[in-house]
């Protein structure tokens, strides 16, 4: 092989390296994206499950204190007889 037969493969070979490096940077990117994107949807997730969370302690608390209610009822009627 003559000089310039090893300069043509010295150039073919940076431009692969390049064009790794950019095929390298968009997979970086993607990835990144994706587990930014895994993040938010844990987040809400969390989020929506601590909202269910207390949306049921306020569905006990108020069929408790209706409980409550009914029978203060039922004692004051009884009372009553």
């Known amino acids: ?3 310039m037969d090893y300069e043509l493969e ?3 070979l940076k431009k692969d ?3 790794l490096k950019d095929e390298n940077k968009k997979i970086k990117k993607q990835r990144d994206n994706y587990f930014n994107q895994r993040k938010r949807i844990t987040k809400k997730w969390k989020q929506a499950t601590g909202e269910i ?6 569905l006990v608390r108020r069929l408790t204190d209706e409980e409550i209610q009914d029978n203060d009822i ?3 009627t009884d009372n009553n007889l």
């Open 10 to 12: 010295i150039n073919i």
């Open 1 to 3: 092989m003559t000089s």
């Open 74 to 76: 039922l004692i004051n």
């Open 53 to 58: 969370f207390l949306l049921k302690q306020d």
């Open 17 to 19: 390296i390049e064009i």
